[in-house]
């Protein structure tokens, strides 16, 4: 049976940096690409990072590209999400994502991915 658990999430002011582990069991883990999203309160959920299954390979919402760098540790089945220079319209909760893939390419697109975690709240107070 998969699971998908988020943490890491908080309270945070602007100009401030989070990091969000996300571990999954039940599946083998080095054959996942593995996705970030977040959902904004009267907003859609909004695909913000994934990574390949070895890591080769990254991509990021032009929200957040520069500001945060996905990773992996496939040997602790976990990957991160570092954000840095929080900004107030970060605030959302944000879910990690597992799909199965042998591709060289990961996409940031919830249609792509099959297993969700439950989210973890992010607020960054301005």
């Known amino acids: 049976r998969v699971q998908v658990v988020e943490s890491g999430g908080g309270l945070v002011q602007a100009g401030g940096s989070l990091r969000l582990s996300c571990t999954a069991s039940g599946l083998s883990f080095d054959e996942f690409t593995m996705g970030w999203f977040r959902q904004a309160p009267g907003k859609e959920r909004e695909g913000i990072s994934c990574?390949?299954?070895?890591?080769?390979?990254?991509s990021y919402a032009d929200s957040v590209k520069g500001r945060f760098t996905i990773s992996r540790d496939n040997a602790e089945n976990t990957t991160f999400l570092q954000m840095n220079s929080l900004k107030p319209e970060d605030t959302a909760m944000y879910y990690c994502?597992?799909?199965?893939?042998?591709?060289?390419?990961?996409?940031?697109?919830?249609?792509?991915?099959?297993?969700w975690g439950q989210g973890t709240q992010v607020t960054v107070s301005s």
């Open positions: 994502a597992a799909e199965f893939s042998s591709e060289s390419h990961c996409y940031v697109s919830e249609s792509e991915y099959t297993y």
């Open positions: 990574i390949t299954w070895d890591g080769g390979r990254t």
